[in-house]
């Protein structure tokens, strides 16, 4: 790649060691596609650190690293997962997201156009978030060291005053909300995993919850517990919270929303819907005088349609999630305890 | 992996993809290894984010992903090097860090003992610089699509009022400082790749220097620039500076401090160390007025005791960087156009 041949070398153009070097080639990579795409006023200081305002209030941090495979899938790719995914780790502690970093691990060899598709499919949910790139990094490993890419964001963002949600705070008595059906992202990343073609493309419900998140505590700012199903699903979600709050959970297998034809890819993979992840779900856990009005909000927001009060929370020592089944028995619903679906985000 | 049997797993066993599955292997893994050696309040909290407060001022945050080869080398391993090298990121900017978090991709097989030294590192690095890793993450991916480990750290810290440190505010008559001898820890990685030996053994500079930062803008606070010449070394960073301020700079090259044995390495290797990564080094442009006391500040510090001036800012409109040579001639110090010394941080 050089200056004068930049826009050829994005079309038919591979990562290769010197895009990592810290020399021109770099710069000239950062300058074209990252700065170009991701464009806004903090990232265009170009320090090696971004400097911005922040409104007062507590802080909230979170990061996670993006392996998704493949990198692209139906409903969004690497670029947009990694925006969503840490935007709604900031927004499950209450907290309104701000500001984004990205890191960017490249394997030499990747083609540079899947790079830029990439970028602008991040810069997108970015900018549909309304939350910026405000700064980054690129690293290159050689050819067979890494896997295309991998993307590690980092979201800071800005506790309102008394909110005081955390996985901690389930209380018995309590009920547990679900914003929408399950299973969607593992699902839509397995299929095109094993090119499975269903009769309708599942597609992964990657989204940011923070504007839902927003709506929800601006009516009840006392919401104990938020926490997006990811990894190990809605299953290994419930664990957690039962395992820092000290309670147990009882779930209406019934009130658990799953899309048909999930429900069905499932079956054909041998998966159960409660141990998938998924990219655009939350859990709400609330005073039960709260439900309704949590849901009618959640029911008025794009991302909360099918909102559905699923279970309640219960006193038990054992820390156990229990499910009420659709033929009236009742079973555990345990950790998942070995691999169900690696690299799913 | 189990509860029963962590010790033994952590000496003999190896990461598998249940580490990053979202269940219980990774909850044993993240409470047994990461918070046991990271503990602190924040972290503690367990939540996908960490929440804290900050003291007022303007906000910095700065990410690095870092894959440096071999993992571990004289003078650090990635775990503290990931540490130092974001910490600086933001000291760079003039701001105080506050807090980091940290986002490791595994790779499969990646033997647990080795993971557990490098957390111990991060965790020693982190604590003698006096700013706590609060959030984190672990993916893992097969084997042959990663290299061991990788770790991406983001650094948050807060501007004091009244500081403006940029990159492109480096004016003519200025003058360049240098925190010390450059070219020590690319040299250090490079010999530890090759398998070189020397007769003393080159140790990385690797360090946190928001200590130095503090003394240095608490006694001059209108610093113009400050920069860590990492990745492209001291002629990297001063043609980015270049460029940014508008500006061309004047070396002297009997000033530039670089080690007797460092210079020999280099000499053997074919590499000039005017590009060799530094890892706890900086670069400070200020008034000519106020240089003395500078260096006086920075050699009263352990990580600038060989500060020196080592050149001035001059009127360029072509932004050159030119060198004063030994033997009294001049010649350009131009970015790197190619590879020079890949996977160094």
Redesign the interface.
């Known amino acids: 790649m050089n200056n004068t041949g930049k826009g050829q070398s994005f079309r038919t153009g591979t990562v290769?060691?010197?895009h990592?070097?810290?020399?021109?080639?770099?710069?000239v990579l950062i300058k074209d596609l990252f700065y170009r795409h991701l464009k806004n006023p903090v990232l265009d200081?170009?320090?090696?650190?971004?400097?911005?305002?922040?409104p007062p209030g507590?802080?909230?941090?979170?990061?996670?690293?993006?392996?998704v495979s493949p990198l692209f899938f139906p409903g969004g790719d690497i670029g947009s997962l990694s925006v969503h995914g840490t935007l709604n780790?900031?927004a499950?502690?209450g907290?309104q997201p701000v500001?984004l970093?990205?890191?960017?691990?490249l394997e030499e060899g990747f083609p540079l156009a899947d790079l830029e598709r990439i970028v602008m499919s991040m810069a997108q949910a970015s900018s549909q978030a309304g939350v910026p790139v405000?700064?980054?990094?690129?690293?290159?490993?050689?050819k067979?060291?890494?896997?295309g890419v991998?993307i590690?964001t980092?979201?800071?963002?800005v506790?309102p005053e008394g909110v005081a949600i955390?996985?901690?705070a389930a209380q018995a008595g309590q009920v547990v909300l679900l914003s929408g059906p399950i299973g969607d992202h593992g699902v839509a990343i397995l299929s095109k995993r094993e090119n499975l073609e269903f009769e309708t493309e599942i597609r992964s419900d990657s989204a940011a919850l923070h504007g839902l998140v927003e709506n929800m505590i601006s009516a009840v700012p006392d919401i104990s517990v938020l926490?997006?199903p990811?990894?190990?699903?809605l299953a290994?979600a419930l664990n957690?919270i039962a395992h820092?709050s000290g309670v147990g959970f009882v779930l209406q297998e019934k009130e658990i929303p799953v899309r048909p034809d999930v429900r069905a890819a499932c079956e054909l993979l041998g998966l159960d819907p409660l141990y998938v992840?998924n990219e655009g779900k939350l859990i709400c856990i609330c005073e039960a005088a709260d439900a309704t009005r949590l849901l009618d909000i959640a029911h008025a927001h794009p991302l909360g349609r099918e909102a559905a009060r699923i279970g309640e929370v219960v006193e038990d020592g054992d820390r156990m999630v229990v499910m009420q089944t659709d033929f009236g028995g009742a079973r555990v619903v345990d950790?998942?305890?070995?691999?169900?679906?690696?690299?799913i985000?």
Chains 1, 2 share one sequence.
């Open positions: 290769d060691m010197t990592g070097g810290g020399g021109r080639a770099m710069a200081q170009a320090h090696d650190a971004a400097v911005f305002d922040i507590r802080l909230v941090i979170s990061t996670d690293a993006h392996v780790d900031v499950m502690a907290a500001s970093t990205a890191s960017f691990i405000v700064s980054g990094d690129t690293k290159v490993v050689e067979g060291k890494g896997d991998f590690t980092t979201g800071v963002g506790l955390s996985p901690g926490r997006d990811t990894r190990g699903g290994t957690e820092a992840a950790w998942l305890s070995g691999e169900q679906l690696p690299r985000c």
